[in-house]
């Protein structure tokens, strides 16, 4: 396990934790708009103060989604690309699982109603069911 990435098996309970929080995305957007940048530089475009900043970089960094360097008596940090795609992909695997998903109930919930409505339409047609012909099926019967 290296310095800021979790065990393969809690990454993407980790990385979804830290995408989950709109701050921590802005983060991302700005530090991908502006080549990087460092809490300060961070905390003078965003709603939050420095030391806010830098545990939301701290959580991030912890995911994998950025790496820091040293620069003079801060940090400088970077979008890690690789862990952003990542996520992207993940995004996708999961979003076409839904889909599949969501198609599976889709088809179950058409057939139902089908079954539904054929039901409804033999129950309809059904001898029993319709007054006029039971009478002249029983004069019918009555006159043989």
């Known amino acids: 396990m290296t ?16 995408i989950g929080d709109p701050t ?9 708009a ?5 809490a300060t530089s961070l905390s003078e475009q ?8 830098a545990k939301h970089l701290g959580v991030l960094d912890r995911a994998g989604l950025v790496h820091a360097t040293s620069a ?5 940090y970077d979008v890690n690309r690789a862990q952003l795609a990542k996520a992207a992909a993940q995004l996708e695997s999961v979003g076409a699982a839904w889909d599949a998903r969501l198609h599976r109930i889709k088809g179950i919930a ?14 309809q047609r059904s ?3 319709r007054p006029e012909q039971n009478r002249s099926e029983h004069k019918d019967q009555g006159s043989t």
């Not at 003079?72 to 400088?76: A, H, L, N, Y």
């Open 72 to 76: 003079g008596r801060e940090r400088r």
């Open 24 to 32: 921590r995305r802005r983060i991302v957007d700005l530090l991908l």
């Open 110 to 123: 058409e057939a139902l109603q089908q079954a539904r409505n054929r039901s409804k339409t033999e129950h």
């Open 34 to 38: 502006g080549d990087g940048g460092t």
């Open 3 to 18: 310095h800021g990435q979790a065990s393969t098996g809690d990454v993407d309970d980790a990385l979804w934790s830290a």
């Open 46 to 53: 965003l709603p939050v103060s420095r030391q806010g900043v």
């Open 127 to 129: 001898p029993q069911n």
